[in-house]
């Protein structure tokens, strides 16, 4: 019985665990020993071992590796606090009770599913010099002398690209918040109804402490979301205008499929995944202490 | 009393205005894809459309017969996909729920560490592989990567749905004389039919909308999904009819949006147990 038992098992996980490791584990352990190669696509000689040659001249001498790490570092140190804060606040007030309730979470949920390259399209139109809304409604506040070429200004491209990320992390993270919410037990706030708190106090004493476990996934999620930005900077402004938009993603894709330094861009990629592995091992330490020490 | 409902005024002040902003940008293109090429491209932009027609809709295949080639290519492999990650992960978050079985925690451990790898770290032997193998711009070179890069969560997912149902089911199954397959196809998978629409509704909306493989492993245009065929369909004309364009992002978000609309409660509850497990 227990050794029949023993077997299916392994019929049950084959299909799956073959794919995985053909199209995953194989993979990413190639693109592992290429980072330590100066293979290039294109080029038809025998790839060479060069060890760490790749990542100490990507840390050390690349200039334009350091400043797509310094882009992706600024997206994350500006939006991740607003997504936070804000998606906070949305889902507080999307765990009241009121009427019409399930429209308004629809309505806010919604940037979840549309599409990366469509909500793209639409932003760059959003920010569109001629055409734009934004540039639009500005002048119909008489705000026209704020008119600007958005996504075209080397100032201000970086910016719009954050404001478009604060807009989708939003809905993403105030479900992950408003799970938090739902799970905290009623009587709490009862009981702080007749200790007579306000709606202020609540929120400092009882909310936020029971919300660690959503913060750290908020976090981790932030961290990875920063990291793996690529889709809506690639189809918006292609890392442009003058690299002022250019980030860990778009110069590893770059590396990989334009000037096909593969070996090169294969080291950029698993730079990307150490930071991602290493804050997200950071962050699960933190959840673990916290569940300790409660 | 009066501070109550003040209170009140304030909360749904504040999530009308949250509402709006989160819909404005589909909002306006859907608004948008109902003018004429004329209003809008006339200097002053209003919101709602002065004479609201259908006549994008009515040109958008006409006047861009590819989309309907992406349309087509997007909903096979979309379709290919989700079904066989159903199937797939349906076995194998069986097996890691309810079987004991050698180095099951380690297996398990590690395909749950693929999910946190950024996509451009596989994407590279991908590509040299499929380039070898001679299957880049094919349907099957992009629906495997695609099965293999959406299963490790949905086999976390159905595990999770298959732990949660009783061991008392199962015994009695196993005491009426069901063998392990049985078991598995007349038992398990209806009870944890749940886990299985999470899955399916999480796949769908991610495949539908995948655009860094759909660009890298397909060159040729007959071939593109919607995601990479709808920003050459920007780019080719440059300034070219917006509102054709604002029809074609309208018309392939809806399956999306519809999706979303119905089954909203396993989308968000699918998040919710990726992240508080995850």
Not at chain 1, 67 to 78: D, G, S
Not at chain 1, 137 to 146: E, I, R
Not at chain 1, 263 to 286: E, T
Not at chain 2, 173 to 200: E, H, N, R, W
Request: glycine share 6%.
């Amino acid at each position: 019985m227990k050794e029949n038992k023993f077997n299916t098992a392994y019929i049950y996980i084959f299909p799956a665990c073959s794919i995985i490791f053909f199209f995953m584990f194989y993979p990413i352990i190639k693109s592992l020993y290429l980072s330590f190669t100066n293979y290039v696509y294109t080029d038809v000689s025998v790839p060479k071992f060069i060890l760490f040659k790749n990542y100490i001249n990507l840390l050390f001498k690349d200039t334009a590796f350091l400043k797509a790490f310094k882009h992706t570092c600024l997206i994350f140190i500006i939006s991740f606090p607003l997504i936070t804060i804000l998606s906070l606040i949305v889902a507080v007030l999307l765990n009241e009770k009121i009427k019409y309730l399930s429209i308004f979470r629809t309505a806010i949920f919604l940037p979840l599913v549309i599409p990366g390259s469509q909500s793209a399209i639409i932003w760059q139109w959003i920010y569109s010099n001629d055409l734009g809304i934004l540039n639009n409604f500005l002048q119909k506040v008489h705000l026209g002398f704020l008119c600007h070429n958005w996504l075209g200004d080397p100032k201000t491209a970086l910016f719009a690209i954050i404001a478009m990320s604060i807009w989708s992390g939003i809905a993403l993270n105030s479900v992950l918040f408003l799970g938090g919410l739902i799970a905290i037990p009623e009587e709490l706030y009862e009981a702080g109804d007749i200790d007579g708190t306000n709606w202020r106090q609540r929120l400092v004493y009882i909310t936020v402490p029971l919300l660690k476990g959503p913060f750290i996934l908020v976090s981790i999620y932030g961290f990875m979301g920063a990291i793996k930005i690529f889709t809506s900077i690639w189809i918006m402004t292609g890392g442009g205008p003058a690299d002022t938009t250019e980030v860990l993603y778009t110069f590893t894709y770059k590396k990989a499929f334009m000037t096909f330094e593969m070996g090169y861009a294969c080291a950029s990629a698993y730079i990307m995944a150490i930071i991602i592995l290493l804050l997200s091992w950071l962050n699960m330490r933190l959840l673990k202490t916290e569940k300790g020490e409660l | 009393m009066n501070k109550k409902i003040l209170n009140k005024i304030f909360i749904y002040f504040s999530l009308c205005f949250v509402s709006f902003v989160s819909l404005f940008p589909s909002l306006w293109i859907l608004l948008t894809s109902l003018k004429s090429e004329k209003e809008i491209h006339s200097s002053n932009i209003h919101l709602i459309p002065q004479n609201p027609n259908f006549e994008n809709y009515l040109n958008v295949f006409k006047e861009l017969p590819d989309l309907i080639t992406y349309i087509k290519n997007s909903t096979i492999i979309t379709g290919i996909v989700v079904i066989s990650t159903l199937i797939i992960a349906s076995f194998a978050g069986y097996a890691f729920a309810r079987m004991k079985f050698k180095c099951s925690s380690v297996l398990l451990g590690s395909i749950l560490f693929v999910i946190t790898i950024p996509a451009v770290v596989f994407l590279i032997p991908i590509y040299t592989m499929e380039a070898n193998l001679g299957i880049l711009n094919t349907y099957i070179g992009l629906i495997i990567p695609y099965i293999a890069s959406s299963l490790p969560f949905a086999i976390f997912i159905m595990r999770g749905t298959y732990r949660g149902i009783s061991n008392s089911i199962e015994e009695a199954a196993i005491i009426d004389g069901c063998s392990s397959f049985q078991l598995f196809y007349k038992i398990m998978v209806p009870l944890g039919i749940q886990g299985i629409i999470t899955v399916a509704v999480l796949t769908f909306l991610s495949i539908w909308g995948e655009f860094i493989l759909a660009f890298s492993l397909v060159e040729e245009s007959r071939m593109r999904t919607l995601p990479v065929g709808i920003v050459l369909l920007k780019g080719e004309g440059g300034s070219w009819s917006y509102g054709l364009l604002s029809a074609a992002v309208i018309i392939s978000i809806i399956p999306s949006v519809i999706l979303f609309l119905i089954l909203q409660r396993y989308f968000v509850r699918g998040i919710m147990q990726g992240a508080i497990k995850g």
